[in-house]
């Protein structure tokens, strides 16, 4: 397995030539006899390191020193843009292609009612996605796509990676599209005659946009 | 009366309310409990005196040992009542009162999945770093095998852990496997991922990566890059063995004292990026509400905690007299410092023993000798961390957040003992 390895390794051989003084940091002479407690003789035998154990120091100074190996091969643009199906709220990397309120409310219809209910109420199986605006703040809050999700991108891509769960990935562009639309629709966030697509989709304006604080800068750094 | 002198003998008076006893017992009584061994009468043939496994030959080799079948409930728990569609997104739990030391056996790791546990043929599986690098790149599992390794033990906390508490005006009395059971630790070996991220070149403006797992449900996180440049792992093995599917096989994303989800299972890609990517489970999920109806995100580190272990709900007393209170304590943010003990619901507490290695990030058990009287009591254990931070008490926390929130719960466990030996859930 190691002839793979294209290049050979930088080894630092000065670590091998290091006195055991300067690995250990201390004196490692052998004791002379008569300690007065039991207590020096500790600290003592404790400096003196039998030449085998100083060959192992030795070898793991010499290890340390070793350049990790460069085995990642580059990745082609082709691979790239297969693998990266991430869609930040700018929606950049969204895909060409739109939907309709009406077309989403067909293909919600057909693959997502059976779960997340006829009007997208939720059931047992599937979550409640619309509703429950202005509720935050109050005694009883219901966090709903509606209600709570930032970024209509969000939704987007969560639906077109995983959604419906029994057969993720299966919608196309258009329909996520549309599905988006007609569930942003239900609670008037988009118009009901609304048509998405890369340019409308990063432009809606969820109602609990700056509903968030960010807690990355609370916490406890090395 | 001369029943008490004799146990202040032996064990030292109470350090704190209702019989806590100092730490210090551990180290200083083993003496004073060993007791004379009888000696055995003899027979003709010394087997009439022989237990019969010492008898007859026992059982043949294992490929792949299992553990007692006398103690086959010692299984993980599955949330009763699942919704069908639900079977593969919910989690299943660590039997946590059943478990002695720190290390959980993998097969009893708590497991929370999104959509299924992926079965990944590693030899097809690679792991793609791009976006703001200087080489996107590709590393196959056989070159990761190749690189240094680092073992490090850390728990691993599902940011949801013990949230049905927080959610539930009246206490479940339920194990704490039910009710923390969201918890495992284990020792993770594989790749320091600054090792991948220096070879591929990582932009200075980088600040944030996106991890994304090749299951079902495309799990992916934002996590800082300051997170990933400081100790997180791509883990290929877990106490020992190659880590298991249902922990990521073939390899995992380690954040060491991050919530649970940001360890994503399965990796498969990391993009560097300036922002975060804003994903479903950093907006809608493993977000917080506060009372003034803003939801902090990327809370993602696990603050301190503890929970008493023996005894708790179902592992019940038995009879008045010597018992060791033991449990688990952690912190995402570095080493447990202490654990205080009460046994008064709060009055007086006592400091217990910590065993050792006590490791950052990784879960501390924690053991405190106890005299009980047989009377009722409320135990109650309170860890702080290396940086000061110290677990809140359950009224505490909730003031923190809106109604029925249910991440990041690291309230103080309070477990009632009944006269009856009885051990109770409940909220102090």
């Known amino acids: ?222 | 009366m001369g029943k008490k002198q004799d146990v202040t003998e032996l064990f030292g008076e109470p350090v704190a309310g209702n019989g806590l006893l100092h730490r210090r017992f551990f180290l200083q009584s083993s003496a004073a409990l060993a007791g004379a061994a009888a000696s055995p009468a003899l027979a003709e043939s010394i087997g009439a005196g022989s237990p019969p496994t010492m008898l007859k030959p026992g059982a043949q080799f294992n490929a792949y040992g299992m553990p007692s079948h006398w103690r086959d409930n010692i299984k993980r728990i599955l949330a009763t009542n699942v919704p069908p569609a639900r079977e593969v997104t919910g989690s299943i739990r660590t039997p946590l009162q059943y478990l002695e030391g720190t290390i959980t056996p993998a097969g009893l790791h708590y497991v929370r999945n999104h959509n299924g546990t992926p079965d990944i043929d590693p030899s097809k599986h690679e792991l793609l770093i791009h976006g703001m690098v200087r080489q996107p790149s590709i590393f196959t599992v056989d070159s990761l095998m190749r690189y240094p390794m680092r073992t490090e033990i850390h728990f691993m906390e599902c940011a949801g852990n013990s949230g049905g508490i927080a959610g539930a005006a009246m206490p479940q009395q339920a194990t704490a496997g039910d009710l923390h059971g969201l918890l495992s630790g284990s020792e993770w070996t594989g790749v320091k991922l600054s090792t991948l991220l220096d070879e591929v070149g990582v932009d200075p403006r980088a600040a944030w990566m996106l991890a994304e797992g090749a299951d079902a449900a495309g799990m992916s996180r934002s996590v800082p890059v300051w997170k990933a440049m400081d100790d997180a792992m791509i883990a290929l093995y877990q106490n020992g063995e190659p880590i298991r599917p249902e922990q990521g096989f073939p390899m995992r994303l380690l954040l060491p004292g991050f919530e649970g989800n940001t360890n994503v299972k399965w990796l498969r890609r990391l993009k560097l990026m300036d922002g975060p990517m804003y994903t479903k489970d950093e907006t809608s999920r493993y977000t917080e509400l506060q009372p003034d109806g803003k939801a902090r995100e990327f809370m993602l580190q696990m603050e301190p905690k503890s929970v008493i272990l023996k005894p708790s709900f179902s592992v019940d007393m038995q009879g008045p007299g010597y018992y060791e209170i033991s449990g688990v304590a952690w912190s995402g943010l570095g080493r447990v410092r202490k654990v205080d003990i009460s046994a008064d619901g709060g009055k007086t507490w006592a400091e217990a023993a910590l065993t050792n290695p006590v490791l950052p990030k990784a879960l501390t058990r924690f053991r405190l000798p106890w005299m009980w009287n047989g009377g009722p009591a409320v135990l109650m254990s309170r860890t702080t961390d290396e940086k000061g931070r110290v677990q809140p008490t359950h009224a505490e926390w909730l003031a923190q957040y809106a109604p029925r929130q249910n991440f990041h719960f690291n309230a103080i466990q309070s477990w009632a003992i009944g006269a009856n030996g009885k051990v109770s859930n409940v909220y102090v």
């Open chain 1, 1 to 222: 397995m190691f002839k793979e390895i294209e290049s050979p390794l930088p080894l630092r051989v000065e670590a091998v030539k290091k006195s055991p003084e300067a690995i250990l940091g201390r004196p490692a002479t052998r004791p002379r006899v008569g300690f007065r407690t039991r207590a020096m003789a500790r600290r003592v035998r404790g400096a003196f390191v039998p030449a085998a154990l100083l060959c192992l120091m030795a070898t793991t100074a010499f290890a340390a020193d070793i350049a990790p190996p460069k085995l990642g091969r580059s990745a082609t643009p082709d691979e790239i843009a297969k693998a990266d199906i991430s869609i930040p709220p700018d929606g950049k990397g969204l895909p060409p292609g739109s939907g309709s309120v009406a077309q989403g409310a067909q293909v919600f219809a057909a693959k997502c009612a059976v779960c997340h209910g006829a009007n997208a109420q939720g059931t047992p199986n599937g979550d409640r996605l619309v509703g429950g605006i202005g509720t935050l703040a109050s005694a009883n809050p219901v966090k709903t796509v509606s209600s709570y999700w930032p970024y209509a991108t969000t939704l987007f891509d969560y639906i077109r990676r995983a959604m419906p769960l029994t057969n993720p990935q299966s919608l196309q562009n258009d329909e996520d599209y549309a599905v988006v639309a007609y569930i942003l629709s239900i609670d008037n966030i988009v118009p009901k005659d609304a048509v998405l697509d890369a340019q409308s989709l990063p432009k809606v304006q969820m109602p609990n946009r700056n509903g968030f604080i960010n807690w990355e800068p609370r916490l406890i750094r090395p």
